[in-house]
């Protein structure tokens, strides 16, 4: 449905800097160190994702992810940062912005992940808050949703702090792990104008 795409792309930064954190955009040459977190967290990370595909840690692969998300820029459908903690420099997970509609809607879907190691430090937390502001703001969308399992206590508690209210719950919602799972679904609008918005 072509009236629901952009007229023109926002203009997209490298990097946005949090407290705590830097978003920047994926390149080929963080395969590496992408690689050896992703690896190192994957039993902490298995139970919130989809399966991962057999080569999803080989470097065409993570070729592909990036050629994928350089395409989704040009076409303002979706926006993908790796979360670096700024204290050190260290790539400590990824978010996400997908399924960027236009139009009437003006919306997108959240989603993140977070290593092992840094878990606990309010590192996504601020990572969500510095995409809101990059949502709000050059985006200019007016809607982000977000869903996570009943049982993903840590997630929850990152949207409920980052502003995000419930709005239902969706049974069977999203294959993870190679199971249908029910989901607890969340938005967060953006500021009016007497908040300090548009």
Excluded: C
Aim: proline letters at 6%; a positive charge.
């Amino acid at each position: 449905m072509v009236f629901l795409r952009s007229t023109t792309v926002p203009d997209v930064p490298n990097s946005m800097a949090g407290q705590h954190v830097v978003l920047r955009a994926p390149q080929v040459s963080d395969y590496g160190a992408w690689a050896e977190l992703r690896t190192m967290s994957r039993q902490h990370l298995t139970p919130w994702e989809p399966a991962w595909p057999r080569d999803d840690l080989t470097k065409a692969a993570f070729k592909r992810r990036v050629r994928h998300y350089q395409r989704e820029v040009r076409n303002d459908l979706g926006y993908a940062f790796l979360i670096i903690r700024s204290a050190d420099e260290r790539l400590a997970g990824g978010i996400a912005l997908s399924g960027v509609e236009r139009g009437v809607a003006q919306k997108a879907t959240l989603g993140y992940w977070l290593g092992t190691p840094f878990v606990g430090q309010g590192l996504m937390a601020d990572a969500v808050r510095t995409i809101l502001a990059f949502s709000f703001g050059p985006l200019r969308l007016h809607r982000i949703e977000a869903a996570t399992q009943p049982d993903n206590a840590r997630s929850i508690h990152v949207l409920e702090r980052t502003g995000f209210q419930r709005e239902g719950y969706a049974r069977d919602y999203l294959k993870i792990n190679g199971a249908w799972r029910d989901h607890v679904l969340f938005a967060r609008l953006a500021p009016t104008p007497a908040e300090g918005g548009r």
